[in-house]
């Protein structure tokens, strides 16, 4: 696979165009003008637990204008739309990785349903400065899937482009498996310790905040099986119970900077999919409605924890 686009240098996506420019990739970075200047300038710095330290050299742009392959969507769901203008060109195959459901009619509606798969990676990583990101857990995976069949040779394609890059893939069996598997375990995680201001360590030892978990993955499980993707509960709450204690999210990192997070792209996404078929998610909602308090009063102390 040649000619690939990561639009979104952000912790996922600048990653991302890290890992495949050092395996010796042909990718380009789609982003803002100065970000996309400053990585032509010094490339993109990581420091991962997994990989080391190194600097890669992605070419960057400011507009993604040249014929591509392969478009990689790693913006956050409240950036899509604004970097989608940076897009002039119609790739060959689009895979995002971007949390939450809606962002696939988003993508399907600007390129069509026959060029958009669906995707999630699991990881933890950050960018605290504009080309430079820390990926600070071992645990990485991308999943991809597609309904299309049509879709599935580039879908394999693209596995193998992923893995000689040092990146691990799965191939899951639809894209509703692909994108809520991924939900069920980031939705009550990020409500957690976004609610908390705490990381997953405290959320298991705090007898009220692990109830709270607890029901959060059963509620959006319970979502998850009404849109045709089965999930165990206990098995979601059995990895959280192996995450390293420092685990943090970066809704929780966003809200705390007070800058737009995804509260509704991912929450959000469970209670909109919970309303189509007539569930209720009270742990969600609940959690939902005190950190949209915390929000909208921003003259208020911010809680670190529970009283």
Same mark, same amino acid.
């Given at each position: 696979?040649?000619?690939?686009?990561?639009?979104?240098?952000?912790?996922?996506?600048?990653?991302?165009?890290?890992?495949?420019?050092?395996?010796?990739?042909?990718?380009?970075?789609?982003?803002?003008?100065?970000?996309?200047?400053?990585?032509?300038?010094?490339?993109?710095?990581?420091?991962?637990?997994?990989?080391?330290?190194?600097?890669?050299?992605?070419?960057?742009?400011?507009?993604?204008?040249?014929?591509?392959?392969?478009?990689?969507?790693?913006?956050?769901?409240?950036?899509?739309?604004?970097?989608?203008?940076?897009?002039?060109?119609?790739?060959?195959?689009?895979?995002?990785?971007?949390?939450?459901?809606?962002?696939?009619?988003?993508?399907?509606?600007?390129?069509?349903?026959?060029?958009?798969?669906?995707?999630?990676?699991?990881?933890?990583?950050?960018? =605290?400065?504009? /080309?430079? @990101?820390?990926? %600070?857990?071992?645990?990485?995976?991308?999943? !991809? +899937?597609?309904?299309?069949? *049509?879709?599935?040779?580039?879908?394999?394609?693209?596995?193998?482009?992923?893995?000689?890059?040092?990146?691990?893939?799965?191939?899951? =069996?639809?894209? /509703?498996? @692909?994108?809520? %598997?991924?939900?069920?375990?980031?939705?009550? !995680? +990020?409500?957690?310790?976004? *609610?908390?201001?705490?990381?997953?360590?405290?959320?298991?030892?705090?007898?009220?905040?692990?109830?709270?978990?607890?029901?959060?993955?059963?509620?959006? /499980?319970? @979502?998850?099986?009404?849109?045709?993707?089965?999930?165990?509960?206990?098995?979601?709450?059995?990895?959280?119970?192996?995450?390293?204690?420092?685990?943090?999210?970066?809704?929780?990192?966003?809200?705390?900077?007070?800058?737009?997070?995804?509260?509704?792209?991912?929450?959000?996404?469970?209670?909109?999919?919970?309303?189509?078929?007539?569930?209720?998610?009270?742990?969600?909602?609940?959690?939902?409605?005190?950190?949209?308090?915390?929000?909208?009063?921003?003259?208020?102390?911010?809680?670190?924890?529970?009283?």
């Amino acid at each position: 696979m040649s000619d690939v686009a990561v639009l979104g240098p952000g912790g996922v996506g600048g990653f991302v165009a890290a890992m495949l420019a050092r395996a010796g990739e042909d990718v380009a970075v789609v982003a803002r003008e100065p970000t996309a200047e400053l990585i032509n300038g010094q490339g993109i710095s990581v420091s991962s637990v997994r990989f080391g330290e190194f600097t890669a050299r992605p070419t960057a742009v400011a507009e993604l204008r040249t014929p591509t392959s392969l478009l990689l969507v790693a913006t956050k769901a409240t950036t899509l739309a604004a970097a989608l203008k940076r897009v002039m060109i119609e790739p060959g195959l689009v895979v995002p990785l971007l949390n939450g459901l809606d962002h696939m009619a988003v993508l399907r509606d600007r390129f069509g349903a026959g060029r958009v798969a669906a995707g999630s990676i699991r990881i933890e990583a950050d960018r =605290p400065e504009s /080309a430079r @990101v820390v990926h %600070s857990s071992p645990f990485l995976r991308v999943e !991809l +899937a597609a309904d299309d069949p *049509a879709l599935h040779p580039a879908l394999r394609d693209l596995a193998q482009f992923l893995q000689r890059a040092q990146i691990p893939v799965e191939m899951g =069996p639809s894209e /509703a498996q @692909v994108l809520w %598997s991924k939900l069920v375990r980031l939705g009550p !995680l +990020a409500l957690t310790t976004s *609610a908390s201001g705490r990381p997953i360590g405290f959320i298991r030892s705090d007898s009220h905040w692990r109830s709270a978990l607890e029901a959060a993955i059963a509620e959006t /499980a319970a @979502v998850a099986d009404a849109e045709g993707a089965p999930i165990d509960p206990a098995q979601v709450l059995t990895e959280l119970d192996g995450a390293h204690p420092t685990l943090t999210t970066s809704m929780q990192r966003d809200l705390a900077a007070e800058r737009p997070s995804e509260l509704d792209a991912i929450p959000g996404a469970v209670l909109r999919a919970a309303g189509r078929h007539g569930l209720r998610c009270p742990t969600v909602a609940l959690l939902v409605d005190q950190i949209s308090e915390r929000v909208a009063s921003p003259a208020c102390e911010r809680r670190t924890g529970r009283d």
